[in-house]
């Protein structure tokens, strides 16, 4: 989400609790300040367009088209590269209820983004009533792709991780009809806590948490519990995110060839480094997101729009800012995997929005997270450093390299 939106959504957010807003938008039923601010926020991201919170209907029930509505406009809001993938067959034969209306327009939307009516043999149920088992998936889906897919019965890690997090605060009644309010409510939990970006923490940290799942109590999260048989000493285990054990054989390295660029002063993308990733002979290494630390002398606040694309220049990851602490984690896009004995270079990309001359920029990748353990982290890049070389304020990019600085450019200075 950008910088831009969270501030509307925060001031607009403070606005709504301090009453100042007029009753035509605050509405004149009793919402209290949670709702109200989970309908500014919602009406800042387009999850609705309607202009005032009665319009919104709050309270009322959430059909399977509106559902598609909402959940494709947010997560385009929360990822400015998310594209629609018109080759994907989303022709539904049933849509007769909302022909013609923007809902017929988003539930094709949201199959080509991945969220909602795939491989269902052209059937949406567009005026079908959407329950918390539901959303909690396709919310999920949003912020982590496939990575809870698997479970028993099929939305139990989906809900589990959501309620781990803080987003969905009761999972007790799967089943029950999901209130639209509350769905905008979860959406800004996670955007506004970090869980969408990853800049969170989740509930599996804490150290009561931690001791729940040690002593095996009945408290312990489902997306925090051990395999039967582990424990906290056995380094060698590896526990997938369903809880089951796996095998797994990667290794993580920086690769020979490294990007070079010469960049004016601005919002520039630029390339800081190339990884590796080779797999073993064992099996396919499936990679739910990567974590990485900004390093160097510059702000990280000049950290933007930061992912990963592969050798053919498609993007394997979903773009995010560094947060404040210098932090970022990419979610992978849904079921990407590298095959037995596959090997991908995966570019590390951003975008320098107001580095200054001298500014040098890297990162550590601290974790790759999957269902299986990958050696050689963590792992630190060279820096990319902006230098002015010329009058017109252009600054090239030199990358320091373990062997010594190597200047990319040859940009003579003007007189």
């Known amino acids: 989400m950008s910088t831009f939106k969270k501030l509307f959504a925060t001031i607009a957010s403070a606005m709504v609790i301090a009453s100042t807003l007029p009753a035509a938008v605050l509405g004149q039923a009793s919402y209290g300040a949670e709702l109200e601010g989970a309908y500014t926020y919602a009406y800042s991201m387009d999850v609705t367009t309607m202009g005032s919170i009665d319009a919104a209907r709050m309270y009322d029930g959430l059909t399977r088209a509106e559902l598609g509505k909402m959940m494709s406009n947010w997560a385009q809001a929360m990822d ?20 013609g209306s923007d809902l017929e327009a988003y539930a094709v939307l949201s199959c080509q983004l991945g969220l909602m009516g795939v491989g269902t043999n052209g059937i949406f149920n567009p005026n079908g009533i959407v329950d918390r088992a539901t959303f909690g998936t396709v919310l999920s889906r949003v912020i982590r792709g496939d990575k809870y897919d698997g479970g028993n019965p099929w939305y139990a890690n989906h809900l589990s991780a959501l309620n781990a997090a803080g987003v969905m605060t009761n999972i007790s009644n799967p089943m029950a009809p999901e209130i639209r309010g509350y769905a905008m409510l979860m959406m800004q939990r996670a955007d506004e806590d970090g869980v969408a970006d990853g800049s969170a923490g989740t509930a599996c940290d804490d150290g009561l948490v ?206």
Not at 80 to 97: I, R, T, V, W
């Open 80 to 99: 400015a590269d998310l594209e629609a993938d018109a080759s994907m067959d989303c022709a539904f034969s049933d849509l007769a209820p909302i022909a």
């Open 210 to 415: 931690q001791l729940s799942c040690l002593l095996d109590l009945p408290d312990c999260p489902t997306e925090c519990q051990l395999a039967d048989g582990d424990d906290d000493d056995d380094d060698d285990d590896v526990i997938d995110n369903t809880g089951n054990e796996v095998s797994g054989d990667a290794e993580v390295s920086l690769a020979n060839r490294q990007p070079a660029n010469v960049v004016p002063e601005g919002v520039v993308g630029v390339e800081i480094a190339t990884i590796v990733v080779e797999v073993g002979n064992g099996d396919s290494l499936s990679l739910n997101s990567i974590e990485m630390e900004a390093t160097g002398r510059g702000d990280y606040a000049d950290l933007d729009d930061v992912v990963l694309y592969d050798d053919r220049g498609t993007k394997v990851t979903r773009t995010r800012d560094v947060n404040n602490d210098g932090e970022v984690v990419l979610s992978f896009v849904p079921g990407y995997s590298i095959p037995a004995g596959g090997r991908e270079e995966l570019t590390i990309a951003t975008t320098l929005n107001g580095s200054a001359n001298g500014d040098s920029y890297g990162f550590t990748v601290t974790a790759i997270n999957g269902p299986a353990t990958l050696s050689g982290l963590p792992l630190s890049t060279q820096l990319v450093t902006a230098q002015q070389v010329n009058n017109l304020g252009e600054l090239a990019i030199q990358q320091d390299m373990p062997s010594g600085d190597i200047e990319i450019g040859k940009d003579e200075i003007l007189g």
